[in-house]
């Protein structure tokens, strides 16, 4: 045994040692939680539960304020996905295609509202929801949502459109394709990897979204999150583990699914003022 332990080095050792750690770190909340949201019975100090059950996520669908949460945050989160793309892709390919004065300010502006703590924000920024009638509206939450999705979705299709090469595009002109075509079927196709990164993090963003929806949007808007605080104080801990599944099981499954598209070029570069 000690012979193999040498054999293998002290290097290997300790990467096998902090992977392990890693692993129970990352994984054991949430064994923890899938083993408490299908608990009927568990008693201490039994490592697992007596009895199996599905009656708290029976519980959890029954209740009409959680089943509407959980349908108002992919809404929300589906609408803010759409808007930002509109607003923000143009924006992102004027950035990596148009030197104009004082560019890099305003692409380093995107970044302030993760500059400074959120709530502080979010009140300078509900005073003129107020004055506007925002306050307690659906637009009022869609748009604080998009406030602070703006550098997700501006820095990386920025980045995106940057890899694109000038020469590419400038060829299919000089064989006579339009601009909009050029960008239907030059830049776009290739920039697309970035922009759903992109995309996934903005929705995954305002998914989790709280802060601002508490502000804003109570009491008539109560998304996931929130729902989540009182939960927490007012149901077993059962039931919160199957809402903690609900609400984790998104960002998992997309983030999975972006991993194809995920390469360090996109996120490094998209990240960088060039």
């Known amino acids: 045994m000690r012979w193999y332990l040498k054999a293998i080095g002290p290097k290997k050792i300790f990467e096998f040692v902090a992977l392990v750690v890693f692993v129970i770190f990352f994984m054991g909340p949430l064994l923890n939680l899938a083993i408490l949201a299908f608990t009927g019975k568990w008693n201490y100090p039994d490592l697992l539960p007596s009895v199996w059950s599905l009656k708290w996520w029976t519980f959890v669908f029954q209740q009409q304020d959680i089943a509407k949460s959980i349908g108002l945050s992919f809404v929300i989160a589906a609408l803010v996905t759409g808007i930002s793309i509109v607003l923000c892709i143009p924006a992102a390919y004027a950035f990596a295609r148009i030197r104009f004065p004082l560019s890099r300010f305003f692409l380093f502006s995107f970044l302030l509202t993760h500059a400074f703590p959120k709530m502080g924000l979010y009140v300078s920024i509900a005073v003129l929801f107020y004055k506007f009638g925002l306050m ?63 995309s996934i993090f903005t929705f995954l963003n305002s998914l989790d979204e709280a802060q601002g929806t508490f502000l804003v949007g109570i009491p008539d808007f109560k998304t996931m999150p929130i729902v989540m605080y009182s939960i927490i104080s007012d149901y077993p801990a059962y039931a919160g583990a199957v809402f903690s599944i609900i609400l984790t099981a998104p960002s998992i499954i997309l983030l999975v699914a972006a991993q194809r598209f995920v390469s360090a070029d996109v996120l490094a570069s998209g990240f960088q003022i060039k």
Do not use: C, K, Y
């Not at 939450?141 to 459109?161: D, E, G, Q, Y």
């Open 136 to 198: 307690n509206t659906l637009a009022g939450v869609i748009l604080i949502h998009i406030i602070n999705v703006l550098m997700f979705m501006t820095w990386i299709p920025t980045s995106a459109f940057r890899n694109v090469h000038t020469a590419q595009e400038e060829s299919a002109r000089d064989v006579g394709a339009s601009p909009f075509r050029v960008f239907r079927s030059i830049t776009l196709p290739m920039a697309l990897p970035g922009i759903l990164v992109a």
